[in-house]
């Protein structure tokens, strides 16, 4: 009996001695994460003018009622999934593709790691502002697909078409991410044991089939990490939009759900409209990030 007591004492001290090392972490999330998804919609409920000293008026969910019958938010919608999935799918393949490349590789490993990744440790902004360069008339974007094309003198109009603008800003992003969930990648094909590819080979399975029964499988937990992470990103894009339209590009085709929020709430001054938003590109983060759980779940994979 006295032997389960002190069991019994000695888990307790353990689960409080956890608590304690946990919260600061639950602190801190509750500061910075929890407490603002509340406080918008608590504001999402009234009509705010940004720097009107008048109180906010309750309103419930007008403002929702208000964006589900917008033209403006629904064209928002309609850019973020364009930009999402024209990002998410070729950021997804791409860096699996370049991970296996370099895992391939005898030699420069690192080297094309530091390659790969050296566009991610660059701000969103300096990465936009480097590619208004290449995107100008005169700029290196309309050299390279001129002498590719041999179509001297052309202007691809890159920030002035409404297609052309939705894909440069879908390369920008593409550019800077594509090395960040290569070495993920990376890390995820590196955990798979040699062995399992040393047993396959001595049964005659060629690469191709290493590929797809082997390392597909075994990497899954790190492609759906990649996956959400990826998608993430691109619903929550902003910069990249927001400096092409001060530079000229047309703000419709690129108007997402994050710049929307942020015309709304600066440019308009409507706080509780712009929370509503908010919550709404939350609520489809969330969602997505819950759908893609649902359908990669499988039991845990063991090598």
């Excluded at 660059?122 to 290449?134: E, G, M, T």
């Excluded at 390369?171 to 399992?196: C, D, E, N, R």
């Excluded at 690129?254 to 929020?261: M, S």
């Excluded at 997505?288 to 990669?296: G, P, R």
Aim: with cysteine.
């Amino acid at each position: 009996m006295s032997k389960r007591i002190q069991s019994y004492s000695i888990e307790r001290q353990k689960a409080r001695w956890g608590w304690i090392f946990v919260a600061p972490t639950l602190i801190f999330f509750s500061l910075f994460s929890f407490y603002p998804i509340f406080n918008a919609f608590y504001a999402s409920l009234f009509r705010k003018k940004l720097l009107s000293l008048k109180p906010p008026d309750f309103i419930g969910f007008n403002n929702y009622s208000y964006l589900l019958k917008s033209p403006d938010f629904w064209n928002s919608i309609r850019a973020t999934v364009v930009f999402t999935l024209g990002t998410f799918i070729p950021l997804l393949i791409f860096s699996l593709i370049f991970a296996i490349f370099i895992m391939s590789r005898k030699r420069f490993q690192n080297f094309f790691q530091m390659a790969y990744y050296s566009p991610a440790v660059l701000s969103s902004v300096v990465a936009a502002v480097i590619w208004l360069l290449i995107f100008d008339p005169r700029g290196l974007a309309n050299q390279w697909v001129n002498f590719a094309l041999n179509t001297p003198g052309i202007d691809h109009k890159w920030l002035a078409s409404s297609v052309m603008v939705q894909i440069s800003a879908m390369m920008v992003y593409f550019w800077k991410y594509v090395g960040y969930f290569t070495i993920i990648f990376i890390v995820g094909l590196a955990s798979i044991p040699q062995s399992i590819y040393e047993a396959s080979k001595i049964d005659g399975a060629n690469d191709w089939k290493n590929f797809w029964y082997i390392t597909l499988p075994l990497l899954k937990p790190t492609t759906i990490l990649v996956s959400i992470m990826s998608m993430l990103q691109c619903l929550k894009t902003f910069s990249t939009q927001y400096l092409f339209t001060q530079g000229g590009a047309p703000l419709a085709p690129i108007n997402v759900i994050t710049l929307n929020i942020y015309h709304t709430a600066i440019r308009d001054h409507r706080i509780g409209r712009a929370s509503a938003m908010s919550i709404i590109l939350f609520i489809i983060m969330l969602f997505f990030t819950w759908l893609q759980f649902k359908f990669s779940r499988t039991d845990e994979v063991s090598y």
